[in-house]
């Protein structure tokens, strides 16, 4: 009886499996909905300082290295997503735009293939400062950040997703888009992935939104009406690494010394970056599912994977909190996930979607997303604040530290945020342990 009771919870268990592992290549989906426009338009923001010629190539580098970076993250314990980030991405477009008066001192030309070499080597630098701040086990440090400065992330995600996906749709009304059409595929897509999100976390919200609106976009483009897609002309067949002139950068009249140092420096800014906002996002993922990476082999596979990517003309791929969030709600995060998202990533570039995705849609995605990415308690307290009601000296204490999180997050950068909310968080940690727990003390004559 008990083997066929054995027998039966086995099938039971297969069954399930089989249940709910459709739900992963769902929640996959659904990252990847988010995290592709996400990277698509960094790679646009870094690759305008090399030339317009050179953009699918960028395109091509930076898909093959979330490729990269998801099969080599799949040994982890602490399974994450990937995408380019908006910080780094920043960064680096200003460290491109610095090169121009500085090549012709170094006596290099200022070519697109000797930009795309210098963004090869700080690319790849970044990935191997990351390892080495893994080998350093800096990410320690990341545990004595506390809850408010988490909260403070999130919430400036939310605003610097509203802030860039405002500007597109500004740029879009500006290039002669009418505002009626603009703003109903942008209204369907984001509205379709808020109400699909709200009324269930079974279903890829973003993806089917995204759905929605380059469908849409097609039915107004056969009735005459242009619309801007993320991508247009065909695909490369070489990496930006190819292309890229390392020759000129070893010749006898270059200031060897000077380009040294300054790939050295650039990479290390780059390197703590990516660090930080890996880490940071592979604590908030943790807090969800209670999972956290152990052991230093799965660390160095991640640093390895962004020196790979980076050394190929991508951008610095890190850990992506909006497509992580995004595909636990609909599953728990499992290396079965990333396998699935390194799949929809390849599938997505061989068969050029992108070509296809109207920047509208994109945009109406993005703005629903930073709805789900605004703390709930900060937001209640910053209300109850406006208004005047009475505020515990706890919550008063953790909403000063949320905002100035975020504004720093916001006006500066990731790097400068941590910082800050690393120092207030001790402050705060301080203040309240300088308490005096015990107000009165009762003497036995007193009783």
């Not at 380019?84 to 491109?96: G, I, W």
């Not at 005459?224 to 890229?244: D, I, K, Q, R, Y």
Request: aromatic fraction near 8%; hydrophobic fraction near 60%.
């Amino acid at each position: 009886m008990s083997v066929e009771k054995t027998a039966a919870s086995n099938r039971a268990s297969a069954a399930a499996a089989v249940r709910w592992r459709p739900l992963h290549l769902l929640g996959a989906l659904d990252a990847v909905a988010l995290a592709l426009p996400t990277t698509l338009g960094a790679v646009v923001l870094v690759y305008v300082h090399i030339g317009a010629q050179h953009l699918a190539a960028g395109i091509l580098a930076a898909i093959l290295g979330l490729v990269l970076l998801h099969l080599f993250s799949l040994g982890s314990t602490r399974p994450a997503l990937f995408s380019a980030r908006l910080f780094e991405a920043t960064t680096l477009a200003a460290m491109l735009a610095q090169l121009g008066p500085r090549l012709g001192t170094w006596g290099l030309p200022d070519t697109p293939e000797v930009r795309l070499a210098f963004l090869c080597l700080f690319a790849a630098g970044a990935g191997l400062v990351k390892g080495l701040l893994y080998l350093l086990r800096a990410d320690r440090l990341t545990r004595f950040i506390p809850a408010p400065v988490f909260a403070g992330f999130s919430n400036s995600i939310a605003a610097l997703l509203v802030i860039s996906q405002l500007s597109t749709l500004q740029r879009l009304l500006s290039a002669g888009e009418p505002a009626a059409l603009l703003l109903l595929v942008a209204g369907l897509s984001g509205g379709v992935m808020m109400a699909l999100r709200l009324r269930t976390s079974k279903w890829p919200a973003a993806a089917i939104g995204l759905a929605v609106g380059a469908a849409v976009a097609e039915l107004l483009r056969l009735k005459g009406w242009h619309f801007t897609m993320l991508s247009e002309g065909g695909w490369p067949t070489a990496l930006p690494v190819v292309m890229a002139d390392f020759a000129a950068l070893a010749g006898h009249q270059v200031a060897t010394g000077a380009v040294a140092v300054h790939v050295g420096v650039n990479a290390l800014i780059l390197g703590v970056m990516a660090f930080i906002n890996t880490t940071v996002t592979m604590e908030v993922i943790g807090q969800h599912d209670g999972k956290r990476m152990l052991g230093l082999g799965p660390r160095l596979m991640q640093a390895t994977a962004v020196a790979l990517a980076g050394a190929m003309g991508s951008l610095v791929l890190t850990a992506s909190q909006q497509a992580a969030s995004a595909a636990q709600r609909s599953v728990q995060l499992k290396p079965v996930t990333v396998f699935w998202a390194a799949l929809l990533f390849a599938l997505v570039y061989a068969t050029g979607v992108v070509l296809w995705m109207p920047v509208a849609a994109i945009c109406g995605v993005m703005l629903a997303d930073a709805w789900f990415f605004v703390d709930r308690t900060s937001a209640r307290h910053l209300g109850q604040w406006l208004k005047r009601q009475a505020l515990s000296t706890n919550a008063r204490a953790d909403l000063g530290v949320v905002m100035a999180v975020t504004f720093t997050a916001v006006v500066v950068n990731m790097v400068a945020a941590v910082v800050v909310g690393f120092f207030l968080g001790l402050l705060l940690f301080a203040m309240r342990n300088a308490r005096q727990p015990v107000r009165h003390l009762w003497t036995g004559r007193q009783m």
